[in-house]
């Protein structure tokens, strides 16, 4: 990517220094995001939460359950009357073992540890279940890209190089390759 710099002036465009806040705040959130799912998974072999809407015209749920190590996802019909809307619950767990759950008149595939359950009986009843690890492994590889991005180019900089990788040492002012000056790469 090539910075064209006016003569004289050495501070950065305002879109790059747009693109470089709006870099840092997604490389941060990563992390962020990675963190709160362990204290998720950690949580869920303590309380089980449900998370339902129900429909108020076709009686159907919508849930997420965090319970015991997995999050799962669910719709069905509800046998039961119940106000139409958002319900939120929590209950303890006296017992943190999980077993898979082949429902009654249903079958569940499996893939790696994430299983998928659909009912024979009703044909919008289905659930899928997914272990947190999963869900925690995309954000924990971008975090580890991301800080080996960081100190790749910390250690570029500390020995003279430019981030596109050119040695630096005989053009103080700037980069032949890119064409980025010195000021660029400091910030």
């Given at each position: 990517m090539l910075h064209i710099v006016a003569k004289g002036n050495t501070s950065p465009s305002r879109s790059s220094t747009c693109r470089r806040w709006l870099n840092f705040f997604a490389t941060a959130s990563v992390p962020v995001f990675f963190i709160a799912i362990c204290l998720m998974w950690a949580r869920s072999f303590y309380v089980e939460d449900y998370l339902s809407h129900y429909s108020r015209t076709s009686r159907i749920f919508s849930s997420i359950v965090s319970e015991r190590g997995f999050l799962s996802v669910g719709r069905g019909p509800s046998g039961l009357v119940i106000a139409p809307g958002w319900d939120y619950r929590q209950e303890a767990i006296e017992t943190p073992l999980y077993r898979w759950w082949d429902?009654?008149?249903?079958?569940?595939?499996?893939?790696?540890?994430?299983?998928?359950?659909?009912?024979?009986?009703?044909?919008?009843?289905?659930?899928?279940?997914?272990?947190?690890?999963?869900?925690?492994?995309?954000?924990?590889?971008?975090?580890?890209?991301?800080?080996?991005?960081?100190?790749?180019?910390?250690?570029r900089r500390a020995s003279g190089m430019c981030e596109c990788g050119y040695d630096l040492r005989e053009s103080p002012t700037r980069c032949p390759e890119c064409g980025k000056t010195i000021a660029q790469l400091k910030c």
């Open positions: 429902g009654p008149g249903g079958q569940s595939k499996r893939l790696l540890a994430a299983e998928y359950w659909k009912s024979d009986i009703e044909d919008q009843q289905w659930m899928i279940r997914v272990p947190y690890w999963i869900i925690g492994l995309a954000p924990a590889i971008a975090s580890a890209l991301l800080f080996l991005r960081f100190l790749q180019k910390r250690r």
